[in-house]
């Protein structure tokens, strides 16, 4: 069965340093999506891509997190500088778009210190 | 603004009987619900969707309940297993906003052996 791959599982980095997620999606897949979730509470949406465009930013905190998806395949989601309120779980989805469910990967449980 | 809704944070229930969670919705521009599975650790899994021209729709296990007069979501797992056991969460997707998808908090359902 395909899967989402993201990388690394687990992160744990000081707060001010940089620290940097990896999204594989589904082949064929043209939305991917990064989503936070924190500790008891429903995911929430950071960004939206369709192919390699932006689509919906509008939750992303801009000052500190970038998203990019340059060829349209593998996506990286980027904090710099890390806070303390970034501690979450990092869930990368993706989607053939539309009226679809999303495939989601394991996550990246982040840990700032 | 918009929301989704649980009724209830937990639930328990014995090993073999039916479960019901429920979710309310706020955004009566939605057409598009999905439910989904998310064990510890682990991202969510799609579970079943349904769309708003229908009212009921059946899986392996699973019915998603869908009444729109009252804005409400259910999903009914039928003999419960162990394996059931997780957080499920509801999500609701506006036929505006570009297809963003909106969760809620999640109801962890527990199976009693």
Same mark, same amino acid.
């Given at each position: 069965?395909? &899967?989402?791959?993201?990388? +690394?599982?687990? !992160?744990? =980095?000081? !707060?001010?340093?940089?620290?940097?997620?990896?999204?594989? +999606?589904?082949?064929?897949?043209? =939305?991917?999506?990064?989503?936070?979730?924190?500790?008891?509470?429903? +995911?929430?949406?950071?960004?939206?891509?369709? /192919?390699?465009?932006?689509?919906?930013?509008?939750?992303? +905190?801009?000052?500190?997190?970038?998203?990019?998806?340059? !060829?349209?395949? /593998?996506?990286?989601? !980027?904090?710099?500088?890390? &806070?303390?309120?970034?501690?979450?779980?990092?869930?990368?989805?993706?989607?053939?778009?539309?009226?679809?469910?999303? =495939?989601?990967?394991?996550?990246?449980?982040? =840990?700032?210190? | 603004?918009?929301?989704?809704?649980?009724?209830?944070?937990?639930?328990?229930? %014995?090993?073999?009987?039916?479960?019901?969670?429920?979710?309310?919705?706020?955004?009566?521009?939605?057409?598009?619900?999905?439910?989904?599975? %998310?064990?510890?650790?682990?991202?969510? *899994?799609?579970?079943?969707?349904?769309?708003?021209?229908?009212?009921?729709? *059946?899986?392996?296990?699973?019915?998603?309940?869908?009444?729109?007069?009252?804005?409400?979501?259910?999903? *009914?797992?039928?003999?419960? *297993?162990?394996?059931?056991?997780?957080?499920?969460?509801?999500?609701?997707?506006?036929?505006?906003?570009?297809?963003?998808?909106?969760?809620?908090?999640?109801?962890?359902?527990?199976?009693?052996?």
């Amino acid at each position: 069965e395909a &899967e989402v791959a993201q990388s +690394p599982r687990y !992160k744990i =980095t000081e !707060k001010s340093q940089a620290v940097a997620f990896w999204c594989d +999606p589904i082949s064929g897949h043209a =939305t991917l999506y990064w989503y936070r979730q924190i500790l008891g509470q429903g +995911p929430e949406l950071l960004v939206q891509f369709q /192919d390699e465009s932006v689509v919906d930013d509008s939750q992303l +905190p801009k000052d500190r997190f970038s998203a990019e998806r340059l !060829k349209g395949v /593998d996506s990286t989601l !980027k904090i710099q500088p890390a &806070e303390l309120g970034d501690s979450a779980m990092y869930l990368c989805a993706s989607s053939i778009g539309g009226r679809h469910g999303y =495939t989601f990967g394991s996550g990246t449980r982040l =840990t700032v210190v | 603004g918009e929301s989704v809704g649980l009724h209830l944070p937990t639930l328990s229930v %014995q090993e073999g009987d039916n479960s019901i969670i429920n979710c309310a919705y706020s955004n009566s521009a939605s057409d598009y619900f999905i439910w989904y599975k %998310q064990e510890s650790g682990k991202g969510p *899994q799609f579970i079943i969707d349904i769309r708003s021209n229908m009212d009921k729709r *059946q899986g392996q296990r699973v019915t998603v309940l869908l009444n729109k007069t009252v804005k409400h979501l259910s999903l *009914q797992i039928a003999a419960t *297993q162990p394996g059931d056991s997780a957080v499920y969460f509801c999500a609701e997707k506006p036929y505006t906003g570009g297809f963003k998808t909106i969760f809620g908090a999640g109801t962890r359902l527990f199976v009693k052996a």
